[in-house]
T-cell receptor, first 110, second 110 residues
Framework: GQQLNQSPQSMFIQEGEDVSMNCTSS?????WLWYKQEPGEGPVLLIA?????ELTSNGRLTAQFGITRKDSFLNISASIPSDVGIYFC??????????FGTGTRLKVLA | DGGITQSPKYLFRKEGQNVTLSCEQN?????MYWYRQDPGQGLRLIYY???????QKGDIAEGYSVSREKKESFPLTVTSAQKNPTAFYLC?????????FGSGTRLTVV
């Protein structure tokens, strides 16, 4: 099945640094979602994007819906240890099915 | 509070046995989904259901079965035909642009 290309696959960063990750697709999407998953738990929705060019923030997190509608970006500013986890993007073209990225594993060094 | 409940959190199965994973939601969502997640991997769609009494195969349906007799419930049966069932299983539900995950069931074959 199709999966989105998410990069980087993993990141080790120092506490206080900013983080950037992105997802790209060969298909045009109408909705982009960004999730965080902690070990042994289900993904939790961080940010939802519904319009090309849209820029949305949730605390230290900012996500953007790419103008081409084939990509999306997530930034985390001033990272803290509890930001550790796997970040997933998901895109939908308007059907019931979402396609998920392969995940970015973030580790924060104190 | 509305949400999705998956049970049990941990499940052990002997080879050759069928086991059923429970997923219940009180969000009044129309669509429900089952995903499989292997260590260090993304999410792979097993089955999904858009309405009661109807469901479709996802990307990796072989060895699994589902039912959707009630809007609130979407149980997944892992059959003995599934040769490598040890994984983390996630249930999700959606309506419109809202897409919510449960906290997962970890299945281990012993």
């Amino acid at each position: 099945g199709q999966q989105l290309n998410q990069s980087p696959q993993s990141m080790f960063i120092q506490e206080g640094e900013d983080v950037s990750m992105n997802c790209t697709s060969s298909s045009i999407f109408n909705t982009w979602l960004w999730y965080k998953q902690e070990p042994g738990e289900g993904p939790v929705l961080l940010i939802a994007l519904y319009k090309a060019g849209e820029l949305t923030s949730n605390g230290r997190l900012t996500a953007q819906f790419g103008i081409t509608r084939k990509d999306s970006f997530l930034n985390i500013s001033a990272s803290i240890p509890s930001d550790v986890g796997i970040y997933f993007c998901a895109g939908s073209s308007g059907t019931y099915k979402y396609i998920f990225g392969t995940g970015t594993r973030l580790k924060v060094l104190a | 509070d509305g949400g999705i409940t998956q049970s049990p959190k941990y499940l052990f199965r002997k080879e050759g046995q069928n086991v059923t994973l429970s997923c219940e939601q009180n969000l009044n969502h129309d669509a429900m989904y089952w995903y499989r997640q292997d260590p260090g991997q993304g999410l792979r769609l097993i089955y999904y259901s858009q309405i009661v009494n109807d469901f479709q195969k996802g990307d990796i349906a072989e060895g699994y079965s589902v039912s959707r007799e009630k809007k609130e419930s979407f149980p997944l049966t892992v059959t003995s035909a599934q040769k490598n069932p040890t994984a983390f299983y996630l249930c999700a539900s959606s309506m419109g642009r809202s897409y919510t995950f449960g906290s997962g069931t970890r299945l281990t074959v012993v």
